[in-house]
């Protein structure tokens, strides 16, 4: 939360020192290659299982050179003049949930995680939404019951049906209210909470 500016500064002992990723343009595009087509669970058998016996496939986002090469400058990604970083923002796919390490299947709740920290990081555009919103409605949206489950086909739960919906906000639905990344809440309820700290 310190790294986010969210503790309150009176709190940290004068030892506790303020820390943050020493070089967030790495950081980034590591949490951008967490977008994936990988979305059946069954496809291949978990890397922390035993391996699989096919080969790896590779991140759905194939970070370009030029793309690299802005997130190494601290150049935003989306402002780079090489056109060669256009696939690496503006995906053009069906489905493209996300994961939370190399060659994992994608998971409902890493679309929130993955997603807020790209909100935190003031990045929100470096991962293909429409993709992400297609991948949540028609992959892991319960198509009877409504509500989200983990895995595409599997029955909704309530930790995955509130990070699909805080998901959906994070990646531009319109139909959910705006959620504030760092706190997993609605804007409107964050706004509350302050006055409730006064209180």
């Not at 669970?41 to 370009?64: C, H, R």
């Not at 992959?139 to 049906?161: E, N, R, W």
Request: charged share 20%.
């Amino acid at each position: 939360m310190a790294f986010v500016g969210r503790l309150n500064s009176t709190s940290l002992h004068k030892d506790d020192l303020l820390r943050a990723p020493s070089h967030p343009q790495y950081v980034l595009a590591w949490i951008v290659s967490r977008q994936t087509e990988l979305i059946d669970p069954d496809g291949m058998l978990d890397s922390e299982f035993g391996g699989s016996s096919q080969a790896p496939k590779q991140p759905l986002v194939e970070i370009s050179k030029g793309a690299k090469e802005a997130i190494i400058h601290d150049v935003p990604v989306h402002q780079s003049p090489d056109k060669s970083t256009a696939s690496f923002i503006d995906l053009d796919l069906e489905c493209a949930g996300m994961n939370g390490r190399p060659n994992k299947v994608a998971d409902t709740c890493y679309a929130f995680w993955v997603s807020a920290c790209l909100h935190i990081m003031q990045q929100p555009t470096l991962f293909d939404q429409r993709g992400l919103r297609r991948y949540l409605l028609e992959k892991t949206q319960h198509p009877v019951l409504g509500g989200f489950g983990k895995f595409p086909g599997d029955l909704p739960d309530l930790y995955h049906s509130y990070l699909g919906l805080a998901a959906l906000s994070l990646a531009g639905s319109n139909e959910v209210k705006d959620l504030d990344g760092g706190m997993c809440v609605s804007k409107d309820a964050r706004a509350r909470v302050s006055t409730l700290w006064k209180d």
